[in-house]
């Protein structure tokens, strides 16, 4: 096949797996009942006048199910940490016992699930536009390109066989995404 429809089958099959790697990082912040230490990933806390992530001010972990615990590498740290957690409105009350902050992540209602399953299924439906998109630009593309129709008609078909691929792994990435949330 034409050397010039193989490269546009690469980034196609790229865009779409950056699509689905972007649909896993966002499902990784919607809360499944069990806490997670990426669920303060998208806190930046002023460290020394710079927006900094949490991450890399203290260590971040989730000794059981309900708890995360946040302890920094620098004591005088604990209240912009605090501060941070509250001002990103996560929906949790940071507390602190002077050596580290301590969130006690709260059951989830069965109203709040449905609306995570809600926003999981948003995301998804942005990972499959992205997908699609993906496909439409490949398919521009493979019309410009110089060759018989046959082997145009030959390149679409693969086009759409990824994007089918692709939309399958996301519908799948959310079926499990969805019974993690609802699974009390």
Do not use: C
Request: glycine fraction near 4%.
């Amino acid at each position: 096949m034409n050397e010039e429809i193989n490269i546009i089958l690469e980034t196609t099959s790229e865009a779409m797996q950056e699509a689905l790697q972007h649909l896993d990082k966002a499902l990784a912040n919607i809360r499944a009942g069990k806490a997670s230490p990426q669920m303060v990933s998208s806190v930046m806390v002023d460290y020394y006048g710079a927006q900094t992530p949490l991450s890399q001010v203290a260590n971040v972990s989730a000794p059981d199910s309900r708890t995360i615990s946040i302890q920094p590498w620098e004591k005088k740290m604990i209240q912009p940490i605090e501060k941070a957690i509250q001002i990103a409105n996560l929906g949790f009350n940071p507390m602190n016992n002077g050596e580290m902050v301590i969130i006690t992540v709260p059951p989830l209602t069965e109203e709040r699930r449905r609306e995570l399953v809600k926003q999981a299924k948003g995301e998804g439906e942005d990972a499959k536009i992205s997908v699609r998109n993906a496909r439409q630009d490949a398919n521009k593309e493979i019309k410009k390109v110089e060759a018989s129709d046959d082997v145009k008609k030959e390149a679409e078909e693969r086009v759409q066989k990824l994007t089918d691929k692709y939309i399958k792994k996301v519908e799948e990435v959310l079926a499990v995404k969805e019974a993690e949330i609802l699974k009390v």
